[in-house]
């Protein structure tokens, strides 16, 4: 299918609308410039090559400490967990007991886009979604996939069976999705009433495909979000907000109800897209809360070489709020025990309800 700059094609039970021309560079070049500063502030390497504890405990401290975004949020007393770290470090830990003691103290932020990395392990924190049920289970999800879906860079699309709903998965943020692509999906789905896009189990990746996803569903510009970045080593050192802008996709978009399936294994990137999908009308968030990680990631260095990643910059919801610990869904879905026994997904069922209901049709 060939794209029309000038007429973007719209799928839409109603009179096509006209969208806007605004191309959002403010909101472009204030990214840019946040990025800018965090290289300036969040990114160092030590110059003096040191392996002894003490040297690369006070490294990783200081380097969380003035450049960590969540210590208000999160009730972190930074302080008292150096006091309780330096007085157990012993000078004659090996350097997988360093490690170890390390990844302890980094999981004190209980933040699963912190993460202490080395050439034979990486320290990380996965409490944030280990204590929800899975709300997804890929066996029963090839009875409504089958064997002969269609593939599109990192996205898995069909008709569901004896319905006239779409169903695509995307499983990683970090698989491509393509423009083209997203033009052939639309085209196939062209006679169906709705869309499910499944993201559950999505553990996040590249904020650039949730911005080219999410636009294909816009009839104007919006304002999707909010971002801060560290201006000085203090806690609370902090620029103004800047606004998160997206514009609609000069291709192929998307006007019919839309039902985003999301559990607490939406992570990251992903829960980036839940939020720019929340705000839109004909759009549902179904299943459970998602897993946050609303944290812009940085990285730096360690005497030693270890590298340590955490969250530099907050993005906030269009409410000025932190999703750092998840978003919450349109309709609580849980998959229960007596589907699960029979092979049906609570979660995809209930989407294609909802679906016919906005609709006011039966279903087929």
């Excluded at 039970?13 to 191309?23: A, F, G, I, P, Y």
């Excluded at 109800?257 to 720019?276: E, M, Q």
């Excluded at 999703?323 to 025990?337: C, N, Q």
């Excluded at 589907?339 to 997904?345: F, L, S, W, Y």
């Amino acid at each position: 299918m060939k794209a029309n700059r000038n007429k973007p094609t719209v799928f839409s039970r109603t009179e096509k609308r006209k969208t806007s021309s605004l191309t959002g560079g403010a909101g472009r070049a204030a990214f840019l410039l946040i990025l800018l500063c965090l290289a300036l502030t969040g990114c160092r390497k030590e110059s003096l090559y040191a392996t002894d504890p003490r040297s690369n405990f006070e490294a990783l401290w200081k380097i969380l400490d003035e450049h960590y975004c969540f210590f208000e949020y999160k009730d972190v007393d930074w302080d008292e967990v150096y006091r309780t770290y330096s007085a157990q470090l012993s000078d004659t830990l090996n350097r997988y007991q360093l490690f170890e003691f390390l990844g302890n103290m980094l999981s004190e932020l209980k933040d699963g886009h912190t993460n202490l990395v080395s050439s034979f392990n990486m320290a990380r924190y996965w409490a944030w979604y280990e204590n929800y049920p899975p709300n997804f289970n890929y066996e029963i999800q090839k009875n409504y996939l089958g064997t002969d879906y269609l593939i599109s860079g990192g996205i898995r699309y069909v008709r569901l069976p004896g319905t006239d709903v779409g169903y695509l998965y995307y499983g990683s943020f970090s698989n491509t999705v393509k423009e083209s692509g997203l033009d052939e999906i639309f085209m196939y789905f062209k006679d169906c009433r709705g869309l499910i896009i499944d993201v559950r189990d999505n553990g996040g990746g590249s904020l650039s495909y949730s911005d080219r996803i999410a636009s294909r569903f816009l009839e104007e510009k919006v304002t999707v979000g909010y971002i801060r970045h560290k201006t000085g080593p203090g806690h609370d050192d902090f620029s103004d907000l800047y606004p998160i802008e997206l514009k609609p996709s000069e291709r192929a978009r998307w006007l019919r109800p839309v039902a985003v399936l999301t559990n607490r294994h939406s992570y990251s990137a992903t829960n980036d897209f839940v939020n720019k999908m929340k705000i839109l009308p004909r759009v549902a968030i179904i299943g459970d809360r998602t897993g946050g990680g609303s944290g812009l990631p940085f990285n730096s260095e360690l005497p030693n070489g270890w590298i340590v990643r955490f969250s530099a910059s907050p993005i906030l919801d269009v409410n000025k709020e932190i999703t750092e610990s998840g978003i919450e869904p349109d309709l609580k879905v849980d998959m229960t025990a007596e589907d699960t026994a029979k092979g049906r997904d609570t979660l995809i069922e209930e989407a294609v309800t909802w679906i016919h209901a906005q609709t006011r049709q039966p279903a087929p």
